[in-house]
């Protein structure tokens, strides 16, 4: 039997994520709350701000922004510059704007870090997946696409990126979207807003407080029943990111597939991780971050953000066990809920 998440039932849970979010503001400030469908998934920005007309314009510029990100980095639109690359792997290099090198960089930094969890080359396998169909990929497509994943072979030259193999695709779906988040962050501060927060389908970013005496409180989804917390914390300054094997899936067989891939195997990461958040300065690192320690582990995962300065995370098992990075209690006003109630795989 076979069991996906429809789009209306994909768009339902990123609505209750949003509900879930917690973030009221002083009664005698002035919030606005906009959201639009970017990069995949729904975009809110609320901003604390009595100028209306100014919070009105800058909520609109860093919408903006991320739409002109997402034109450079989707996979989905056929003129983006990653799209580009992936049609002139082996045989070109191709010419792109700092913010695409600038991601690139970065996850080729990360992809070193946890010694290829994250590959942003995964692309070759994940294009063979089919989450909304529920379909399975035969095994020698996946067997093939495997070979063409190593960020190693990503060569850059100056602006110029260069896939050294025919067949080679990159998918920046791990990092873009939080990338975008830090730059629509920007953007706001840049026009004279102080107190925001971006959510961006569970990548989120706060600046300010939500009042004037009141850092911003988010709670985490639970990984199995959308409508409940996992945990509570607040934040200021911050970015969240979480990666959960719930966000696209199907069953089949009794086997659950979901759509954060090993690079080693081509198949999802069978690595005992149910969810993982992390906590860090910018969302593009707990962006990919989220992606490479679920792909590790709850025991190489937890090493792994125990190494890096500034780093917290926590991560849920498939048994239903929390993990938590050294210094994830003293996040303020943390709070693990009970959450093991009908834990279902």
């Given amino acids: 039997m076979n069991e996906t998440p429809s789009p209306v039932k994909y768009f339902l849970h990123i609505l209750t994520y949003c509900l879930l979010f917690t973030a009221c503001s002083d009664p005698n400030s002035s919030r606005h709350r906009r959201s ?14 009595k100028n209306e007309e100014l ?7 860093a919408f903006q922004e991320i739409r002109r990100l997402e034109n450079q980095m989707s996979i989905q639109i056929p003129t983006s510059e990653i799209s580009k690359i992936n049609q002139a792997a082996g045989e070109f290099p191709v010419p792109v704007a700092k913010e695409l090198l600038e ?17 942003i080359t995964i692309g070759a396998a994940q294009k063979l997946w089919d989450f909304d169909a529920s379909s399975l990929p035969a095994e020698i497509p996946i067997a093939e696409a495997i070979k063409k994943i190593d960020f190693r072979k990503i060569q850059i030259e100056g602006q110029n990126i260069f896939l050294s193999e025919k067949g080679m695709r990159l998918n920046l779906g791990a990092i873009a979207k939080g990338y975008a988040v830090d730059s629509a962050i920007n953007i706001l501060k840049k026009n004279k807003i102080q107190n925001a927060l971006i959510n961006a389908g569970g990548d989120l970013k706060s600046i300010g407080k939500r009042s004037d005496q009141l ?5 985490l989804q639970h990984p199995r029943k959308p409508e409940s917390l996992l945990a509570s914390l607040s934040i200021s300054e911050k970015a969240v990111a979480t990666s959960g094997d719930y966000q696209k899936y199907f069953k089949q067989n ?16 069978a690595s005992g991780a149910m969810s993982v958040t992390v906590i860090a300065e910018k969302v593009m690192d707990a962006d990919a971050l989220s992606t490479a320690v679920f792909v590790l582990g ?8 125990n190494s890096l300065e500034g780093i917290e995370g926590l991560i849920v098992d498939t048994k239903g066990e929390v993990s938590l990075s050294k210094n994830m209690r003293s996040i303020e006003n943390f709070s693990l809920k009970t959450f093991k109630e009908n834990i279902r795989n």
């Avoid at 970065?106 to 992809?111: K, M, P, T, V």
């Avoid at 009794?254 to 990461?269: F, Q, S, V």
């Fill in 36 to 49: 639009q469908f970017l990069m995949g998934t729904l975009v809110e920005i609320s901003v604390i701000e």
């Fill in 254 to 269: 009794g086997m659950r597939y979901h759509h954060i891939l090993d690079p080693k195997t081509g198949y999802p990461a």
């Fill in 55 to 61: 919070a009105i314009e800058a909520v609109q510029k």
């Fill in 103 to 119: 991601v690139i960089q970065r996850s080729l930094f990360w992809s070193e870090k946890t010694a290829g969890a994250f590959d």
């Fill in 298 to 305: 709850p025991e190489k995962g937890i090493a792994l953000l």
């Fill in 215 to 219: 850092n911003w409180k988010i709670g």
